[in-house]
């Protein structure tokens, strides 16, 4: 939460100078990866329709980042949005950033016709899903992986 001390986060679209910030987010969340690669990343995201990353700054340093695209289904007729990716400082979890990082994901889902936001977390990840549940998010089914090559 804000305090006159702590001001509130500005949320804005992700630019090519964040981008060592967004390597570190990810590495802080588990994903080692390095500029030139997170670079590569982006510019490979960015380039997609439907597709956006957004970052929370706080006095001109990025705390937070979040990758979100547009998707539609077979057994709805709305878009809905997917949380690809969200990371915060590990200073800044439990401040309200990442509450307000969330949302602004739902307002860029809203903006583009998502009737709602989808997101998948690590079973380890127990503080992201008490975070998530905390802001209106329900726990609704299993998500199954198969890596097909390394």
Same mark, same amino acid.
């Given at each position: 939460?804000?305090?006159?001390?702590?001001?509130?986060?500005?949320?804005?679209? #992700?630019?090519?100078? !964040? &981008?060592?910030?967004?390597?570190?987010?990810?590495?802080?969340?588990?994903?080692?990866?390095?500029?030139? !690669?997170?670079?590569?990343?982006?510019?490979?995201?960015?380039?997609?329709?439907?597709? +956006?990353?957004?970052?929370? @700054?706080? !006095?001109?340093?990025? &705390?937070?980042?979040?990758?979100?695209?547009?998707?539609?289904?077979? &057994?709805? !007729?709305?878009?809905? +949005? %997917?949380?690809?990716?969200?990371?915060?400082?590990?200073? @800044?979890?439990?401040?309200?950033?990442?509450?307000?990082?969330? +949302?602004? &994901? @739902?307002?860029?889902?809203? @903006?583009?016709? #998502?009737?709602?936001?989808?997101?998948?977390?690590?079973?380890?990840?127990?503080?992201?899903?008490?975070?998530?549940?905390?802001?209106?998010?329900?726990?609704?089914?299993? %998500?199954?992986?198969?890596?097909? +090559?390394?």
């Amino acid at each position: 939460m804000q305090t006159p001390e702590r001001p509130a986060p500005t949320i804005r679209p #992700a630019r090519d100078a !964040d &981008v060592p910030a967004i390597a570190a987010l990810a590495t802080h969340m588990g994903y080692p990866t390095n500029e030139a !690669d997170m670079r590569a990343r982006l510019e490979r995201i960015g380039a997609l329709p439907g597709y +956006a990353t957004l970052v929370a @700054e706080i !006095d001109g340093r990025v &705390v937070s980042f979040a990758g979100m695209m547009l998707g539609w289904s077979y &057994v709805n !007729d709305r878009a809905y +949005a %997917r949380l690809l990716s969200l990371s915060v400082e590990p200073a @800044e979890q439990g401040r309200g950033t990442g509450a307000a990082r969330m +949302a602004a &994901v @739902e307002a860029w889902a809203r @903006e583009r016709g #998502a009737g709602s936001v989808h997101l998948t977390t690590a079973l380890r990840r127990d503080g992201a899903h008490r975070f998530y549940e905390r802001i209106g998010y329900a726990h609704t089914g299993r %998500r199954y992986l198969k890596k097909l +090559a390394e």
